[in-house]
């Protein structure tokens, strides 16, 4: 769990910093890359398989 949320920590960090840079496109792929991470995990965590 511990990884888990530095993981998200360091991702939204990334996230925040495109922001204040002014850099919406990198913004955007991060915060699909850190949702598309967190919904495997989350999948992968409760056994579901599409």
């Known amino acids: 769990m511990q990884r888990r949320l ?3 920590h360091s991702d939204h960090c990334g996230i925040v910093d495109a922001i204040l840079d002014r ?4 913004a955007a792929r991060l915060a699909h890359e ?16 599409r």
Request: charged fraction near 20%; aromatic fraction near 4%.
């Open 6 to 8: 530095q993981r998200a």
């Open 23 to 26: 850099n919406p496109e990198t």
């Open 34 to 49: 850190h949702v598309a991470t967190v919904q495997a995990e989350l999948q992968k965590a409760s056994g579901f398989r």
